[in-house]
């Protein structure tokens, strides 16, 4: 067993010991906050996604990039002039993208392998614009 150090170098050990666990114990917290929040979390984020590009005459390729992700507010109410309801339905939405390009593996000698997709770079809550967004108006 090492023998107890004193003055500077003893402090900088006990210094190092505190602030690991220090960083140890947020960052454990921080985490389960996280994953708290998400379930409550109002609003629009960057976030991680995965997917698997695919383009006939290529094999597929998973892909992990930044998309849009969120719930923003939305609410409706009665009026008693036509059309008797007043809306405001905002969707979680790209505000600013780059493109990326990949080349897909095994494509066929007639088949360009280039698939580009957006990446996310920030994210806001507005109106669905079908020039970039797919607005799914089912139910």
Same mark, same amino acid.
């Given at each position: ?6 003055? $500077? ?6 210094? /190092?010991?505190?602030? +690991?666990? &220090?960083? #140890?114990?947020? @960052? ?24 698997? $590009? ?6 597929? /390729?998973?892909?992990? +990039?930044? &998309?849009? #992700?969120?719930? @923003? ?67």
């Amino acid at each position: 067993m090492a023998p107890l150090r004193s003055g $500077a170098q003893g402090l900088s050990l006990v210094t /190092l010991c505190c602030v +690991t666990l &220090a960083v #140890w114990l947020c @960052c454990g917290a921080y985490t389960e906050a996280s994953v708290l929040n998400l379930k409550r979390f109002i609003g629009c984020a960057v976030r991680e996604f995965s997917f698997l $590009a695919r383009k006939p005459g290529c094999s597929g /390729l998973h892909i992990t +990039t930044d &998309a849009c #992700w969120g719930r @923003c507010e939305t609410w409706e109410k009665p009026v008693l002039d036509p059309p008797f309801i007043e809306s405001h339905q905002r969707v979680c939405t790209y505000n600013e993208t780059r493109l990326e390009t990949v080349q897909l593996p095994n494509c066929s000698a007639d088949m360009e392998p280039s698939y580009t997709y957006p990446v996310a770079l920030r994210c806001d809550c507005g109106v669905c614009l079908t020039s970039t967004t797919e607005c799914i108006t089912s139910v």
